[in-house]
């Protein structure tokens, strides 16, 4: 059982930038394949990154080129650095923690990201 904290969301200018944390509590976290979801109103939830507890990354196309997933071990915590911030990027965005082999996931309580101008 962990706790995800997420942080850094708000309120931006299309073009700009923004960096979200998401603080896992407890230990095991280098084990944890780490990810970014968001929802959007209306949409279903979807992935926007990922990184495994190896540090191997996936983006969805929508992001690739402009969003950069991190892990730091030593600091349970996983980061997505978001740049050229477009309006489409709106969403609630959500932390998950994953361990596969146990089928275990958890979620944090998600972070508004608005990009308006």
């Known amino acids: 059982q962990v706790r995800l904290v997420e942080s850094g969301g708000g309120l931006v200018q299309p073009g700009g930038s923004l960096r979200l944390s998401c603080v896992v509590s407890?230990?095991?976290?280098?084990?944890?394949?780490m990810g970014w979801y968001r929802q959007a109103p209306g949409k279903q939830r979807e992935l926007v990154a990922r990184?495994?507890?190896?540090?191997?990354?996936n983006y969805a196309d929508s992001v690739k080129g402009r969003f950069t997933i991190s892990r730091d071990n030593a600091w349970n915590t996983v980061y997505l650095q978001m740049n050229s911030l477009k309006p489409e990027d709106t969403a609630v965005y959500y932390c998950?923690?994953?361990?596969?082999?146990?089928?275990?996931?958890?979620w944090g309580q998600g972070t508004q990201v608005t990009v308006s101008s």
């Open positions: 998950n923690a994953e361990r596969q082999v146990v089928s275990y996931s958890a």
């Open positions: 407890g230990s095991g976290f280098s084990i944890y394949h």
């Open positions: 990184i495994s507890s190896g540090g191997s990354t």
